[in-house]
């Protein structure tokens, strides 16, 4: 956060900079439940004065039912069908910050639509952090198992390759929530200058952590 003048005129020329290389994409939040999806995309959100949108709020709103109530009645591939079409049309009305749901990014179909409309960032987690945090909710129908632990675990591992296409990387982590929005920010400000610059996709293709691109 700027602590001075200069830095908040800076900070605030940034955020325009920002705003005007995404045009009409989003930034778009993937990574595993308890990343912090959520909570950094609505700060992130608020930095950019952009409107924050949370797929599974939307989800539960357009089937009239919570998560839960989806995956039990109808189950996941149900869900998976529903998630993708809202995430679709949340693309459509950018540009916005959107946190999705941990599963999501692992369809092609949503990856595609991501790349071209919008702007990726893996908040990326350990088994720990997750654990830490999943622990405080228990209406995640994915870890409602004998060991959720393992499951995360296994989750963790299966994911992460699908994680990697994102466009940027920034480790989430037990610190203050406004450092990750500052190096979301940053990142999100060094990946559109450089795009604006002129950059070759070539030179974008690897997710890029801000120690990598400072
Ligand atoms: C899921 C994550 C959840 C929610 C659903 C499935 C997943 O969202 O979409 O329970 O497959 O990882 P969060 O990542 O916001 O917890």
Redesign the pocket.
């Known amino acids: 956060m700027p602590e001075t003048a200069a830095q908040a005129a800076a900070q605030s020329s940034q955020e325009a900079e920002i705003t005007a290389a995404l045009g009409t994409r989003s930034v778009v939040l993937v990574g ?4 912090g ?2 909570t950094i995309g609505r700060r992130l959100a608020a930095r950019l004065r952009l409107p924050f949108l949370d ?2 709020i939307e989800i539960e709103a357009a089937a009239g039912m919570s ?1 839960s109530d989806i ?1 039990e009645t109808h189950g996941e591939p149900h ?1 998976r069908d529903g ?1 993708a079409r809202v995430i679709a049309r949340l693309l459509d009305g950018g540009p916005g910050v959107l ?1 999705t ?4 990014f692992l369809r092609e179909e949503t990856r595609e639509r991501i790349r071209r409309k919008a702007i990726s960032i893996w908040l990326k987690a350990d088994v720990d952090t997750i654990m830490r945090r999943v622990r405080r909710r228990a209406d ?3 870890l409602q198992t004998a060991d959720p632990a393992a499951t995360v675990e296994r ?1 963790v591992g299966e994911r992460e390759p699908f994680y990697q296409s994102a466009d940027l990387m920034i480790w989430s982590r037990e610190v203050p929530h406004e450092k990750i929005v500052d190096e979301c920010f940053d990142a999100l400000h060094v990946r559109l200058c450089r795009e604006a610059a002129g950059a070759t996709i070539s030179d974008t293709a690897a997710p890029d952590t801000l120690d990598a691109i400072e």
């Open positions: 595993m439940m308890g990343a999806k959520s797929a599974d998560i995956f869900f998630e946190a749901g941990g599963g999501a995640r129908p994915l989750l």
